[in-house]
């Protein structure tokens, strides 16, 4: 739901009744992640998806119904059959997903822009939702302690809470309940992992762009005031002053840690040596450093001098990104966002085993 929730506040505050439904279950190979959820209004504009296509009109089409009977519904889609044409509802994968359809009256959302103030301001919030065809409840949980609303009396909202406070640090969703009916679906979105990206050069813009579509929030780390003015113009937060220094401020802050990203881009010694030296002490969940073969040697080396052992220097990814073999900004943004993935899914995920755009 957090790509689509800015929308879905615009919604509340136009008055404009909706359905939301979200896939909150899923066995098996399916299109998108469990937590993902599509909205449609009265006149059938949609927002979101639920599956990419294959069962997407017919979740649409029962958004449609619930919102004019203002009964929510608890949908499962299975396998396409054999024979099945372009019409029939199924999923080609060959998953099993259910599906949480509920109308949300304007006059009762108060769960909707409390949701959006804090994913819009990089907090962390949790969200449970009662799934009864008697109604819905709504549970927001604040890692400070706060919490508001009710998807049951006693331990069910004890229990909804407490897995809502385990998720929120990293995220991620959980289904309470037994039997093929769930009775409380639980989402957390934690604060967006940091991308620290060092010194602002061609490749920082689409990596900063690629990198919010992947949930980061991107900053640049910026020593050269000419330079971070590029950076502001393009609409990236900018942190000045020397890169070591600010990934010191944002370690100090909280905003860097085991979940961040930092991608180092000078290939200057002078510049890269402290900054890498600065991120390896973290232990930040994916560090990179671009540079040709020549420069990777000579960065090892005085990362070795400058007291990183062997595992330290192991961990960095240098030379960046995985091989595609492009060599243009977009293009060398693309490899390094690939493996920006290919680590956050598997953070044993090997390294290139040559160099990606850059010559010196």
Same mark, same amino acid.
């Given at each position: ?41 009265? $006149? %059938? ?5 639920? &599956? +990419?296509?294959?069962? @997407?009109?017919? /979740? =649409? #089409?029962? *958004? ?105 640090? $990293? %995220? ?5 309940? &037994? +039997?093929?009916?769930? @009775?409380?679906? /639980? =989402? #957390?979105? *934690? ?123 192991? #961990? ?45």
């Amino acid at each position: 739901m957090r790509d689509i929730l800015p929308q879905l506040a615009g919604w509340w505050r136009e008055s404009r009744p909706f359905a939301l439904a979200t896939l909150v279950d899923a066995v098996g190979s399916t299109p998108l992640p469990v937590g993902t959820a599509m909205a449609v209004d009265r $006149e %059938g504009a949609v927002l979101g998806a639920i &599956s +990419g296509g294959c069962v @997407d009109a017919d /979740v =649409a #089409a029962t *958004a449609q119904d619930v919102l004019r009977d203002g009964r929510p519904v608890l949908r499962r889609y299975g396998p396409a059959g054999p024979g099945s044409g372009p019409f029939d509802v199924g999923l080609t994968c060959g998953g099993t997903i259910t599906v949480w359809i509920e109308p949300v009256p304007p006059d009762d959302a108060w769960w909707l822009p409390v949701l959006a103030a804090a994913v819009g301001a990089g907090r962390p919030v949790a969200h449970a939702v009662r799934l009864s065809s008697a109604g819905p409840g709504h549970l927001v949980v604040l890692p400070d302690g706060g919490r508001e609303g009710s998807v049951g009396a006693g331990e069910v909202d004890r229990d909804a809470e407490a897995a809502a406070r385990r998720l929120l640090p $990293e %995220g991620g969703t959980a289904v309470l309940g &037994s +039997g093929p009916h769930p @009775d409380v679906f /639980v =989402a #957390a979105h *934690a604060s967006p992992p940091l991308l620290a990206i060092v010194t602002w050069t061609p490749v920082a813009r689409p990596l900063a762009r690629i990198g919010g579509e992947l949930g980061y929030r991107p900053v640049v780390l910026e020593h050269r005031p000419v330079f971070a003015a590029q950076a502001r113009d393009a609409g990236v937060e900018v942190l000045p002053g020397l890169p070591q220094t600010g990934l010191r401020t944002l370690r100090g802050e909280g905003a860097l840690d085991g979940r961040s990203a930092v991608v180092v881009l000078t290939h200057d010694a002078r510049v890269d040596v402290p900054a890498l030296l600065e991120a390896a002490d973290v232990g930040v969940g994916y560090l990179g450093a671009i540079g040709s073969a020549a420069t990777v040697r000579d960065r090892s080396g005085r990362l070795r001098d400058a007291g990183l052992d062997e595992a330290g220097r192991s #961990a960095i990814h240098s030379p960046i990104g995985l091989p595609l073999g492009g060599r243009a900004p977009a293009e060398v943004a693309t490899a390094i966002a690939a493996q920006l993935v290919a680590v956050r899914v598997s953070p044993r995920h090997p390294g290139p085993r040559r160099a990606v755009g850059s010559g010196c």
